[in-house]
């Protein structure tokens, strides 16, 4: 997917990569962080958030959940609400307030925050639906950012943790497998 997606499968290794490193540095399972980081870059292809405005949403909502100590099933929850908005192009109150919102708390807050308005002024404006996901995404991690402290160090909860030992455990089977070992043991 990642490969139909960039264009080329060196472009595609680069992106897994970087989702690799991303979930290391923030404490995320790398498995549905790549889920999630693809329908991401699905969403966003050919928009304004293409590329790094991706990274930025994608690393600050991962991030802000991670740092809560949230599971990968809320985070994964509350990226599909992100996907959900870039996808559409336009963001409603049920995907800002009830998806996002639910997942990670604080949002509306955050989104508010990183576009220099009150959370009355950004909700008026959502439920006229005059805003767009490629405005709103990058606010919203903005805010996430100073709120959460994304990106300024690294996530040292429990959670995150236990995510890098299982990381670690699946990169260690992957290695495994490709030296033969699997295959001999099957046979």
């Known amino acids: 997917t990642m490969t139909v997606l960039t264009g080329s499968s060196e472009q595609a290794a680069a992106e897994m990569e970087y ?19 693809t329908q991401l870059i699905a969403a966003t292809k050919g928009t304004a958030l293409e590329g790094e405005g991706a990274r930025q949403v994608f690393e600050a909502v991962a991030g802000a959940m991670a740092s809560l ?11 599909l609400a992100v996907n959900q908005m870039a996808s559409k192009g336009t963001v409603s109150m049920e995907e800002l307030k009830g998806q996002l919102g639910e997942a ?5 807050k955050a989104a508010a925050n990183g576009a220099g308005l009150t959370v009355a002024e950004l909700t008026k404006m959502v439920e006229s639906g005059g805003v767009l996901a490629e405005d709103l995404l990058p606010a919203l991690a903005k805010g996430l950012q100073e709120m959460y402290g994304v990106g300024k160090a690294e996530n040292d909860t429990f959670v995150a943790q236990c995510a890098r030992v299982k990381n670690s455990v699946n990169e260690t089977m992957v290695v495994l497998g490709n030296t033969g070992v699997f295959a001999g043991l099957t046979e």
Do not use: H
């Open 104 to 108: 990670l708390p604080g949002a509306m």
């Open 69 to 79: 100590g949230k599971s990968s099933a809320e985070t994964n929850n509350a990226l």
């Open 19 to 37: 989702v690799r490193t991303a979930a290391d540095r923030l404490g995320i399972d790398v498995q549905e962080a790549s889920k999630s980081y």
